[in-house]
């Protein structure tokens, strides 16, 4: 799968790789709905706009609201994105065009330039290429998933909504999730402090992309998801083109205190195949450039 296409799809990786909207009311649903990931995964260029919030106890500690557009025969992308993380505000604005990616942050007002050297690009556009799954390979995956959907290919309803438009969407109890999903997720929140830990100082200048991570709850105890609802819409070209994912989340942290937690996701794509990516002109800009490193040493 095209990582690109599924971090801006998003919830159709996390559907597909969870194994968990991957089937419909009926069988020309569930095909639809397969074909419609696989066709997204192969545009050559998309906009998207994806929105986020997570609720600790109703109370909103993150939100992000994000324009991406992706030109991936030129190799070029761009983003604004609005973050908003305990009440601190942040704007980033990233851009990615032959070779040069570059950062600029409402936290000052340079602009942050790193130059790939060109073995690491040729060796990103290589693993890249490799990111396809053969037929074979893909004819595995569906199978796999088809098992894994077997007791829920039932639970999910199929409309037409005005606009022509296909929308697939399943909500499930706690009882009806899988054994599989619930304990992927206590194990993800028993363990946010590794995951985070390792790049917690990674950024630019003042910028660090730790301020743009939700400070999720770190939960031990009671872990459970009380319920997922998922939906999906599909245009008449049989590309996903809507997603939506609620997903409600309760547990205790360490002092005993309970969280009831909800993270909403959304996104849209548009302009499939049509997209070219914004550029910024640097000229008269106050320009740092941003040396590469690996291992804890400058390249």
């Given at each position: 799968?095209?990582t690109k296409?599924l971090?801006?799809?998003?919830i159709s990786g996390l559907l597909m790789?969870g194994?968990?909207?991957?089937?419909?009311a009926?069988?020309s649903?569930?095909?639809?709905?397969k074909t419609s990931?696989?066709?997204?995964?192969?545009?050559?260029?998309?906009?998207?706009?994806?929105?986020?919030?997570?609720?600790d106890n109703?109370?909103v500690?993150?939100?992000?609201?994000?324009?991406?557009?992706e030109?991936?025969?030129?190799?070029?992308?761009?983003?604004?994105?609005?973050?908003?993380?305990?009440?601190?505000?942040?704007?980033?604005?990233?851009y990615?065009n032959?070779q040069?990616?570059?950062?600029?942050?409402?936290?000052?007002?340079?602009?942050?330039v790193?130059?790939e050297?060109?073995?690491?690009w040729?060796?990103?556009?290589?693993?890249?290429?490799?990111?396809?799954?053969?037929?074979?390979k893909?004819?595995d995956i569906?199978a796999?998933?088809?098992?894994?959907?077997k007791?829920?290919?039932?639970s999910?309803?199929?409309?037409?909504?005005?606009?022509?438009?296909?929308?697939?969407?399943?909500d499930?109890?706690?009882?009806?999730?899988?054994?599989?999903?619930?304990?992927?997720?206590?194990?993800?929140?028993k363990?946010?402090?590794q995951?985070?830990?390792?790049?917690?100082?990674?950024g630019f200048?003042?910028?660090?992309?730790?301020?743009?991570?939700?400070?999720?709850p770190?939960?031990?105890?009671?872990?459970s998801?009380?319920?997922?609802d998922?939906?999906?819409?599909?245009?008449?070209?049989?590309?996903?083109?809507g997603?939506?994912?609620?997903?409600?989340?309760?547990?205790?942290?360490?002092?005993?205190?309970?969280h009831?937690l909800?993270?909403?996701?959304?996104?849209?794509?548009?302009n499939?195949?049509?997209?070219n990516?914004?550029?910024i002109?640097?000229?008269?800009?106050?320009v740092?450039?941003?040396?590469?490193?690996?291992?804890g040493h400058e390249?």
């Amino acid at each position: 799968m095209n990582t690109k296409i599924l971090s801006a799809v998003g919830i159709s990786g996390l559907l597909m790789a969870g194994g968990v909207l991957s089937a419909s009311a009926s069988a020309s649903g569930y095909d639809l709905f397969k074909t419609s990931v696989k066709k997204t995964q192969h545009v050559n260029s998309f906009t998207a706009n994806v929105q986020a919030s997570l609720k600790d106890n109703d109370t909103v500690i993150y939100s992000v609201n994000s324009l991406n557009k992706e030109n991936l025969k030129a190799d070029s992308g761009s983003s604004t994105v609005s973050v908003i993380n305990n009440g601190q505000k942040s704007n980033v604005e990233f851009y990615n065009n032959n070779q040069q990616s570059v950062v600029k942050s409402s936290k000052d007002n340079k602009y942050y330039v790193k130059q790939e050297r060109e073995k690491k690009w040729d060796d990103s556009k290589k693993k890249h290429e490799e990111e396809s799954f053969s037929a074979q390979k893909q004819k595995d995956i569906e199978a796999i998933f088809d098992a894994l959907t077997k007791n829920y290919q039932d639970s999910v309803t199929s409309k037409q909504l005005p606009n022509g438009n296909t929308q697939l969407e399943l909500d499930l109890s706690k009882n009806e999730i899988p054994a599989v999903g619930q304990a992927v997720m206590s194990f993800f929140l028993k363990n946010l402090d590794q995951q985070t830990g390792e790049k917690v100082h990674e950024g630019f200048g003042p910028l660090q992309f730790a301020d743009l991570k939700p400070s999720i709850p770190q939960l031990v105890k009671n872990i459970s998801v009380s319920r997922v609802d998922l939906k999906g819409e599909v245009n008449p070209d049989q590309y996903l083109t809507g997603q939506k994912a609620d997903v409600y989340v309760s547990g205790t942290d360490a002092s005993g205190k309970e969280h009831n937690l909800v993270l909403h996701i959304s996104s849209n794509l548009d302009n499939l195949n049509k997209t070219n990516a914004s550029t910024i002109d640097l000229n008269g800009k106050t320009v740092v450039k941003v040396q590469d490193r690996h291992d804890g040493h400058e390249d």
